[in-house]
Every structure is written in C-alpha cells, then in structure tokens.
C-alpha cells in the first residue's frame, strides 16, 4: 500500500497488525484481556509478567497516535503531519519486529504460529 501512495491505510494496517499481535499474547499468556486499542497500554501489560516484546516508548507513541486519525480519517492519519513513504515503512519495519517476536515467543511456548498441523 505504502509503495502506491496509499499512506493512511498502509499507517492504520501496521497499527492494527501490532495490536492484534500484542493482544495475542496477551490472551496466549492467559493475561486478563481488556478492550483498549493502546499499544502503550497493552505493551505495558505484557511487561508487567516480563514479556518484552521489543517496543521502544517513541514506538510506542507512534502506534497510538495513528489509531484514531487513521480509523477516521478526515485528511492524515498522523495528528501532526501528512504520511509519507518514510514514516510508513518505519512503523512497517516496527509491525514486522514485533510479529517476528511474537513467532519466535509462541513458537518456544509450543504455539504454532504458522498454522502448520
């Protein structure tokens, strides 16, 4: 998406791939599930039980600030300025870091991550 200009969505879908994949930890290490859309929140969730799950705090705030402009947009997905090509492959790279993690998390957990039989 990103490499056709298509930057909100490209933004939203990297936001919403780190949430979902943070919620599944969560729910994974039997941790009680609550209704948020906060990376901050949900990140600070895991690491109360010591999963580190590699979010640095500008990745963070990155992450939420794109949640709602990018779920309702009314021009950038970004509070402060417009998307580019730069910023999106920047939370990319952060939502690939972050399901790489989780693979390797639920793979030593004896998950299966790969939906393999």
């Excluded at 402060?80 to 730069?86: A, H």
């Excluded at 999106?88 to 998950?111: H, Y």
Aim: net charge negative.
């Amino acid at each position: 998406m990103a490499d056709r200009g298509y930057f909100n969505p490209a933004l939203q879908n990297a936001q919403q791939a780190v949430e979902k994949t943070l919620k599944a930890l969560i729910l994974e290490n039997d941790l009680e599930f609550r209704k948020t859309h906060s990376i901050q929140d949900l990140r600070g969730i895991l690491a109360d039980v010591g999963v580190d799950v590699g979010l640095t705090d500008e990745d963070c705030e990155l992450l939420d600030s794109i949640y709602l402009p990018s779920k309702y947009p009314l021009g950038s997905a970004l509070p402060d300025s417009q998307p580019d090509r730069e910023i999106c492959e920047s939370c990319i790279t952060v939502a690939s870091r972050i399901l790489s993690r989780a693979r390797e998390r639920l793979s030593l957990a004896g998950g299966n991550p790969q939906g393999q039989k």
